[in-house]
């Protein structure tokens, strides 16, 4: 059985178990929480809309993405740097 998910106007194909990086959520660690599922697949059947329970495992920044920034023939270049917030789950159980 697996799910479809909605986190973060972003999609994500889940099944129990599984460990998602997902955009930062505003909740503590070792918190369940319910998210919505789109779409349960379960034995070939498709059922819309449901909840997935999962379980915050940690949340932290992601690695650094650097962003140069270069004109030329005007001596003039920028380097900046980004670090997104994420926050880790597990999921425990498809709902129906």
């Known amino acids: 059985m697996y799910a479809v998910i909605e986190t973060g106007s972003k999609q994500y194909l889940v099944k ?6 997902v955009e930062k959520l505003p909740f503590g660690e070792n918190e369940e929480i ?4 789109l779409n349960i697949v379960k034995d070939g059947t498709v059922k819309f809309g ?3 329970k999962a379980k915050v495992l940690s949340t932290a920044k992601d690695k650094k993405v650097l962003i140069f920034k270069h004109l030329p023939k005007k001596h003039s270049k920028k380097l900046r740097g ?11 159980s498809i709902g129906e």
């Open 16 to 21: 129990e178990g599984d460990v998602l990086k």
């Open 82 to 92: 980004h670090r997104q917030f994420y926050t880790k789950i597990s999921i425990l």
């Open 34 to 37: 319910e998210l919505p599922a």
């Open 50 to 52: 449901g909840k997935v």
